[in-house]
């Protein structure tokens, strides 16, 4: 196994928890009681169900999408780890972009394979010609990033990413769009019938509030994910997940909650652009992205009210979930002490 760099998971301890791109509410009184139900109707005895059977129906009927394109894991790591460890090895090249999740470099680190970023502009953007550029003089043997982009919030338009799928014919191209609810209609899961090439990978923990069950998905050209499914470990997922899962994905209202996290995101974006003593820039996700001129004590008026947002060892960089309109107005209030300000 090669040298890896591990990925610090997100802090619990704290009053208001902004650090995880979780969703702040948890499931309804309703949906909790029908989880509750499914907990006794489980034959703990027998192994969960390798075809993932009732998952897959329920997801894909959810998206429009053939069961046969689809396949899920334990979040959507373990599908980007599969496609990883597949389809790279040692002297292979994986091209994602600066900065983006540091898990896709942990597991090509396991496997020692190559990782190059291309640098987005500062607060994200990419220049989709540069990019294809680099990714040739690389010789990249798979490329992957999110869309929209965790850290930044940036989104790639559908049309560049085509274009990008079109110049790397020859290797994987895997987008992670694990933010996509919250953005505007830029999925490219309409394309993975033209492209065999193109995977995407989804998950129920950002916008459908799972985040506790560990269901992601992949999705791909029939043709490649029936491979991909016959290689895939068995038992991947537990039987609980899968039941429950399957159950509320149908029940879960996604437009409304996204709905308001648009609203809120815009909230806090308007207030916290209006401060000097720090950066934001627009996000397609449920967080946003800046720079602080202090970052220590913007940490530290945070804290003061229990606040926990995510940072970047050795940078000015933070991100701040969208949480509800209670813990929004909370971070600006905040905030406004950073800057010793008064509202």
């Not at 489980?42 to 059977?53: L, W």
């Amino acid at each position: 196994m090669g040298k890896t760099n591990a990925y610090t998971a997100a802090k619990r301890d704290g009053r208001i928890l902004l650090n995880a791109n979780e969703s702040s509410l948890n499931l309804s009184a309703q949906l909790l009681q029908k989880a509750a139900d499914i907990v006794t109707k489980i034959s703990y005895n027998r192994y969960p169900d390798p075809a993932e059977t009732e998952l897959l129906s329920a997801f894909g009927k959810k998206m429009g999408i053939s069961e046969d394109c689809l396949l899920a894991g334990n979040g959507s790591d373990q599908m980007l780890g599969y496609l990883i460890t597949t389809y790279l090895g040692k002297g292979k090249t994986l091209l994602t972009l600066n900065p983006d999740f540091s898990m896709y470099q942990y597991y090509a680190g396991s496997i020692d394979a190559k990782t190059v970023g291309y640098r987005q502009d500062e607060g994200g953007g990419v220049k989709i010609d540069d990019l294809i550029a680099f990714g040739k003089k690389e010789n990249a043997d798979m490329i992957l990033f999110s869309n929209p982009n965790n850290p930044t919030g940036s989104l790639i338009p559908r049309t560049d990413i085509e274009k990008l799928v079109q110049n790397f014919k020859d290797i994987p191209v895997v987008i992670d769009e694990a933010y996509m609810d919250f953005a505007d209609d830029e999925s490219v899961l309409p394309l993975i019938d033209q492209y065999d090439n193109l995977f995407v990978t989804r998950t129920l923990s950002k916008a459908y509030g799972l985040a506790a069950m560990r269901v992601g998905f992949l999705v791909g050209n029939a043709d490649r994910m029936s491979a991909l499914k016959a290689d895939f470990v068995p038992y991947a997922m537990n039987s609980l997940s899968m039941a429950i899962a399957a159950a509320l994905i149908p029940e879960i209202d996604v437009a409304d909650f996204v709905k308001d996290i648009r609203i809120q995101r815009q909230w806090l974006y308007q207030r916290l652009s209006g401060f000097k003593r720090l950066k934001v820039w627009p996000s397609q996700a449920n967080f946003i992205y800046g720079k602080a001129e202090d970052l220590d004590g913007l940490l530290a008026c945070l804290q003061a009210e229990g606040i926990v947002i995510r940072t970047y060892n050795g940078t000015s960089y933070f991100r701040i979930s969208i949480g509800t309109q209670e813990e929004n107005q909370l971070v600006w209030k905040a905030i406004q002490s950073y800057e010793g300000e008064k509202s």
